[in-house]
Nanobody, 124 residues
Framework: QVRLVESGGDSVQAGGSLRLSCAASGYSDSSKRMGWFRQRPGKERVGVAVISAGGRAYYGDFVEGRFTVSQNKVANTVYLQMLSLKPEDTAVYYC??????????????????WGQGTQVTVSS
């Protein structure tokens, strides 16, 4: 059974940083795209960052160079380093895994597995 477990969410002040982790288990196929999505209060869930199996990264426009997605395939873990956090980054952050098809990186329908989410709260 595939399982994704996020960790690292916390409450920080604006300008602070956090590193989220997503530990994957239950599959040995490392050729998957891994994505980070977030859902702000009262908003739809949107894509934050995606890393392909080959290590290519894609970011939502609002990231503006503040976040970095990376992966450790040996540890089956994906990370989201977030710097210069803003109050509008407050959200539940979800990790997701899907087949490594090219394109449509933020299409949530293309992700088969989702974590339970981790809360990030940024205060002004």
């Amino acid at each position: 059974q595939v399982r994704l477990v996020e960790s690292g969410g916390d409450s920080v002040q604006a300008g602070g940083s956090l590193r989220l982790s997503c530990a994957a288990s239950g599959y040995s196929d490392s050729s998957k795209r891994m994505g980070w999505f977030r859902q702000r209060p009262g908003k739809e869930r949107v894509g934050v960052a995606v890393i392909s199996a080959g290590g290519r990264a894609y970011y939502g426009d609002f990231v503006e160079g503040r976040f970095t997605v990376s992966q450790n395939k040996v540890a089956n873990t994906v990370y989201l380093q977030m710097l210069s956090l803003k109050p509008e980054d407050t959200a539940v952050y979800y990790c997701a895994a899907g087949p490594d098809y090219s394109g449509r990186w933020f299409s949530q329908d293309w992700y088969d597995y989702w974590g339970q989410g981790t809360q990030v709260t940024v205060s002004s």
